[in-house]
């Protein structure tokens, strides 16, 4: 069976005024104090971010108790440096981001100008096991209209510098000015898909393979894909629906181009579209059929990927999960509708932060 693990971002607040805090060297250090071997937590761009990353995991119920665990953990750890931890995908807040001061990093703000200032954002990453490079490419062709459904179930950023943009995952459109983000066109081997990330280096626009910000990528490091369309999401069992998903999508790809089943030719500018689309509305309006790319109801879109991936969640025992959860997240609505409840009730953005803090741990 395929692993799966994940990365979340988690945003570093303050517990009583919800503003954000340049906190993570100080989670970091005293993460190394407690395990010195520890490779859970890590900075990333701006000091009011964490990153935690799980262990690859064949189970779902083993993968959800580690990211409950993580965030724990990740709590307790900013508890002690005076903050909190929030699974939100963009601050709600006025913010001003606080850029950790690595050689990578003054690169990439010397490079990017203004839009690194706007990477204040926090995703999720899952990383699904394949056996080969030819193996991971053919699935990323076979992914690329699927991924706006995951984005739309993941949504979780209605949020920026202290106003309701009127999307539902407004990480992604930041997200999109990077200018090696965003769905690629159709690979066709190995060989083609490695040539242009050569090619995109030999640019000198990107430094170095981590700065190619494929919608979905070989990884770098392991012998994975890694699928990076999701917003943190608020709730854990969230992630773990997502993981679940991800790799019933890995899977049925893998499935579908050894059966020698071509991958849909869709374009990149429907592709956009389809993104576009998932990030304005999540799963409050129509989405973009992946087989059509023609507007349809959110609830009929996350039915037919169920639909497309029943054979592989049934193999991974994962097809009750999927329904139970699902079921759920439509009933209850996606973090950025949650988060948009919060702010109806209460009328303060603080307070929306407070109770997301609360939400994050489960």
């Given at each position: 069976?395929?692993?799966?693990?994940?990365?979340?971002?988690?945003?570093?607040?303050?517990?009583?005024?919800?503003?954000?805090?340049?906190?993570?060297?100080?989670?970091?250090?005293?993460?190394?104090?407690?395990?010195?071997?520890q490779?859970?937590?890590?900075?990333?761009?701006?000091?009011?971010?964490?990153?935690?990353?799980?262990?690859?995991?064949?189970?779902?119920?083993?993968?959800?108790?580690?990211?409950?665990?993580?965030?724990?953990?990740?709590?307790?750890?900013?508890?002690?440096?005076?903050?909190?931890?929030?699974?939100?995908?963009?601050?709600?807040?006025?913010?001003?981001?606080?850029?950790?001061?690595?050689?990578?990093?003054?690169?990439?703000?010397?490079?990017?100008?203004?839009?690194?200032?706007?990477?204040?954002?926090?995703?999720?990453?899952?990383?699904?096991?394949v056996?080969?490079?030819?193996?991971?490419?053919?699935?990323?062709?076979?992914?690329?209209?699927?991924?706006?459904?995951?984005?739309?179930?993941?949504?979780?950023?209605?949020?920026?510098?202290?106003?309701?943009?009127?999307?539902?995952?407004?990480?992604?459109?930041?997200?999109?000015?990077?200018?090696?983000?965003g769905?690629?066109?159709?690979?066709?081997?190995?060989?083609?898909?490695?040539?242009?990330?050569?090619?995109?280096?030999?640019?000198?626009?990107?430094?170095?393979?981590?700065?190619?910000?494929?919608?979905?990528?070989?990884?770098?490091?392991?012998?994975?894909?890694?699928?990076?369309?999701?917003?943190?999401?608020?709730r854990?069992?969230?992630?773990?629906?997502?993981?679940?998903?991800?790799?019933?999508l890995?899977?049925?790809?893998?499935?579908d181009?050894?059966?020698?089943?071509?991958?849909?030719?869709?374009?990149?500018?429907?592709?956009?579209?389809?993104?576009?689309?998932?990030?304005?509305?999540?799963?409050?309006?129509?989405?973009?059929?992946?087989?059509?790319?023609?507007?349809?109801?959110?609830?009929?879109?996350?039915?037919?990927l169920?639909?497309?991936?029943?054979?592989?969640?049934?193999?991974?025992?994962?097809?009750?999960?999927?329904?139970?959860?699902?079921?759920?997240?439509?009933?209850?609505?996606?973090?950025?509708?949650e988060?948009?409840?919060?702010?109806?009730?209460?009328?303060?953005?603080?307070?929306?932060?407070?109770?997301?803090v609360?939400?994050?741990?489960?």
């Open positions: 069976m395929r692993t799966v693990g994940v990365e979340e971002e988690l945003l570093l607040v303050d517990p009583d005024s919800g503003e954000p805090k340049a906190l993570s060297a100080a989670v970091v250090t005293r993460a190394v104090h407690d395990d010195p071997g490779e859970v937590f890590q900075t990333e761009l701006f000091g009011q971010m964490i990153e935690l990353a799980t262990h690859p995991h064949t189970g779902m119920a083993e993968l959800g108790a580690e990211i409950v665990r993580s965030r724990k953990e990740a709590a307790r750890l900013a508890g002690e440096a005076g903050g909190a931890v929030a699974a939100l995908a963009t601050c709600p807040l006025p913010v001003t981001g606080s850029l950790i001061q690595q050689e990578r990093y003054r690169w990439m703000a010397g490079q990017f100008g203004i839009g690194t200032q706007d990477q204040l954002v926090c995703g999720c990453h899952a990383h699904v096991s056996a080969s490079d030819e193996e991971g490419v053919a699935v990323l062709d076979r992914l690329r209209p699927w991924l706006p459904v995951l984005r739309a179930l993941s949504a979780n950023s209605p949020f920026w510098q202290g106003r309701d943009t009127g999307y539902a995952s407004f990480r992604s459109r930041l997200w999109a000015r990077c200018p090696s983000a769905p690629t066109e159709l690979f066709g081997s190995a060989g083609r898909y490695h040539a242009q990330v050569s090619d995109m280096l030999a640019s000198g626009v990107v430094l170095d393979k981590g700065m190619v910000y494929f919608d979905a990528r070989l990884s770098a490091k392991y012998p994975t894909v890694e699928i990076r369309v999701a917003d943190v999401c608020l854990a069992e969230t992630t773990v629906l997502v993981a679940a998903l991800t790799r019933a890995v899977e049925t790809a893998a499935r181009w050894r059966a020698g089943r071509p991958a849909a030719g869709h374009s990149v500018s429907l592709l956009r579209l389809a993104a576009w689309r998932a990030a304005r509305f999540g799963l409050d309006g129509d989405l973009l059929d992946p087989a059509t790319m023609r507007p349809r109801p959110a609830p009929e879109v996350v039915r037919a169920l639909e497309h991936t029943r054979e592989a969640l049934a193999d991974s025992g994962d097809a009750a999960l999927a329904e139970e959860a699902l079921a759920g997240l439509l009933r209850r609505g996606t973090g950025a509708r988060q948009l409840g919060m702010l109806d009730r209460t009328g303060s953005l603080g307070a929306v932060v407070a109770e997301c609360r939400h994050t741990q489960g």
